[in-house]
């Protein structure tokens, strides 16, 4: 299980239009390291050590999954992405932007590439004075005082100003979101991405349960003879389910994701049922189904025929090796009708076809931000 970890960061800037520099940082550092809890106002300061423009200055609170060493690396990549260019010089120089860890968590750092706490911000009043904004309480590892009392013994008598103008801070997937559902087709990705997203916004994970349905294998080897216990068993275990997981906020979690709806029941069983079985299932569904919390966000991955295949032999459960091409665009469509009769259902639809989520942090990185901004 990885571990989420409080960080503080230093931005400031002081070339060409500086609040969209601040703005662009904290966006690419919202999409690639962590989510921010926290934007300090910004404050102007004249350049120390260099003959050079005035400084717009931050700090933010962020969460990272990230170790101290991934998230400068992450950071460095931030400033080259935004146009800063990094001579060899040691001297002070104008920067498009400029990110330093001050405190990553309660942690002590002493290596080669990187200190932390940063080793100058306590003798810098363009730091301390954002940080404190934000972090008043938070304590100095190494002072064992707080921030607030650090600003207070800080030896910087340089001049600095409130700018009147605030920043965005990108919005929380958990404060736009309480439940999100991701569906697709067999074989689609959408337990690989509950479960990654799961982990990276401290999600309660709702997965289906169809390894232990003991009809299963049995309805692919005869769909006709067993279909509607199937069908039945299935929507009665996601009913339960739903019931009992919707219900039960945990406390210690944002958000709540699930690999399924429960109005899947009704797409396979559309598929799998005779006209009679059907017209009975569906009583039984209605009942059901508006009892049933609706989700904020429906998130529906679209793959192709051929990679829905692909994937269904990749993963090898036995039972599934005989899943048919038209089977699939038979689901496929149900889901299609379903889509076009939801008016009040917020639908994002995804095509994961030729994108690798799974291994590729890229693609990933691209979905959330499709949904968080969707």
């Known amino acids: 299980m990885k571990i989420q970890k409080i960080t503080y960061l230093s931005l400031g800037t002081n070339q060409g239009n500086k609040l969209e520099n601040l703005q662009k940082a904290i966006d690419h550092i919202d999409a690639k390291v962590g989510a921010i809890h926290k934007i300090s106002s910004v404050y102007k300061t004249s350049s120390l050590g260099f003959d050079g423009n005035d400084f717009y200055n931050i700090c933010i609170e962020v969460s990272t999954y990230h170790t101290p060493e991934v998230l400068l690396t992450s950071l460095l990549k931030i400033e080259k992405d935004l146009g800063r260019i990094r001579k060899d010089s040691k001297e002070y120089q104008n920067r498009q932007i400029d990110i330093d860890i001050l405190l990553f968590g309660d942690e002590i750092i002493f290596s ?38 650090c ?17 965005i801070r990108p919005i929380l997937l958990s404060e736009k979101y309480n439940y999100i559902a991701i569906e697709g087709n067999i074989g689609a990705g959408k337990t690989s991405l509950a ?4 982990d990276e916004f401290n ?19 005869d769909k006709e003879r067993y279909a509607f216990p199937l069908e039945m068993s299935f929507l009665a275990d996601r009913y339960q389910q739903l019931s009992d997981d919707l219900a039960q906020f945990d406390l210690f979690k944002n958000c709540i994701i699930s690999d399924y709806y429960i109005f899947k029941s009704l797409i396979f069983a559309q598929v799998t049922l005779s006209k009679d079985e059907y017209f009975l299932y569906r009583k039984m569904f209605n009942l059901m189904y508006k009892e049933i919390t609706k989700p904020d966000l429906y998130v529906y991955l679209y793959q192709n025929t051929d990679r829905l295949l692909e994937n269904i032999k990749k993963r ?5 090796q005989n899943i048919e091409a038209g089977y699939l665009q038979k689901i496929h469509d149900g889901y299609k009708n379903f889509i076009k009769t939801q008016e009040d259902l917020n639908l994002l639809i995804i095509d994961v076809s030729e994108i690798d989520f799974v291994n590729n942090k890229a693609d990933y990185d691209d979905i959330i931000h499709k949904i968080k901004h969707n």
Not at 120 to 134: D, G, N
């Open 316 to 320: 090898g459960r036995d039972y599934e």
């Open 203 to 221: 999600a309660k994970l709702i997965l289906e349960r169809f390894a232990d349905n003991p009809f299963l294998p049995k309805f692919y080897e």
């Open 112 to 149: 080669k590439k990187l200190m932390v706490p940063h080793s100058k911000m306590l003798h810098r009043k363009f730091v301390m004075v954002p940080l404190a904004e934000i972090a008043s309480n938070v304590m100095h590892p190494i002072e064992k005082k707080q921030i607030a009392v």
């Open 195 to 198: 479960k990654k997203m799961s």
């Open 151 to 167: 600003l207070q013994n800080c030896d910087d008598s340089s001049e600095i100003s409130l700018v009147d103008k605030k920043l």
